[in-house]
T-cell receptor, first 111, second 117 residues
Framework: ELKVEQNPLFLSMQEGKNYTIYCNYSTTSDRLYWYRQDPGKSLESLFVLLSNGAVKQEGRLMASLDTKARLSTLHITAAVHDLSATYFCAVGGTSYGKLTFGQGTILTVHP | NAGVTQTPKFQVLKTGQSMTLQCAQDMNHEYMSWYRQDPGMGLRLIHYSVGAGITDQGEVPNGYNVSRSTTEDFPLRLLSAAPSQTSVYFC????????????????FGPGTRLTVL
């Protein structure tokens, strides 16, 4: 059974600081996703990582994938308040249409 | 394109009542899925479909039924609602990309917030 674990689950950051969210998963997969969710809203796709060593960047967020270690990271550079949200990683299953999600990381950025 | 739509947005049921959560997509996606979101547990897959007429169970299928008679629609039925089914329900759709390998990026609907008393 595929298990996905994120840490930390809660992250309180000061504006301007850097931090990393980690996503570990238990079995081999070739698809890793990062989503953002604002309070009371739906999920917004941030990144899709499909191969070992894949790195994608958008603004202050950068995601990477190490399939051998079964680890993905979401790095936040120089955090700003607008990044406050819940971030989920999700791992693709044996069939398309099946994702297993981590518990989510609630990120709060303070002035 | 409207994307993925869900109705209703909010619903309150009494224990034992039945209801159907509606989900539709207009992107001609083959794959559709239902998830529930509970605090501290992320999203958990209830049922999913790989095409019209084909459905399968996810991680937490008990108490829920699905069918997919068309590509566009994927309703979720609660047969006899229980307080443990109080949750936020998200429908999602994705595509394989056909001959070009797709990413299976799932596009989520706005969600249905369900309370069972």
């Amino acid at each position: 059974e595929l298990k996905v674990e994120q840490n930390p689950l809660f992250l309180s950051m000061q504006e301007g600081k850097n931090y990393t969210i980690y996503c570990n998963y238990s079995t081999t997969s070739d698809r890793l996703y990062w989503y953002r969710q604002d309070p009371g809203k739906s999920l917004e796709s941030l990144f899709v990582l499909l191969s070992n060593g894949a790195v994608k960047q958008e603004g202050r967020l950068m995601a990477s994938l190490d399939t051998k270690a079964r680890l993905s990271t979401l790095h936040i550079t120089a955090a700003v308040h607008d990044l406050s949200a819940t971030y989920f990683c999700a791992v693709g299953g044996t069939s398309y249409g099946k994702l297993t999600f981590g518990q989510g990381t609630i990120l709060t950025v303070h002035p | 394109n409207a994307g993925v739509t869900q109705t209703p947005k909010f619903q309150v049921l009494k224990t034992g009542q039945s209801m159907t959560l509606q989900c539709a997509q207009d992107m001609n996606h083959e794959y559709m899925s239902w998830y529930r979101q509970d605090p501290g547990m992320g999203l958990r897959l209830i049922h999913y479909s790989v095409g019209a007429g084909i459905t399968d169970q996810g991680e937490v299928p008990n108490g829920y039924n699905v069918s997919r008679s068309t590509t566009e629609d994927f309703p979720l039925r609660l047969l006899s609602a229980a307080p443990s089914q109080t949750s936020v329900y998200f429908c999602a759709s994705s595509y394989s990309g056909g001959a070009t390998r797709g990413t299976d990026t799932q596009y989520f609907g706005p969600g249905t917030r369900l309370t069972v008393l």
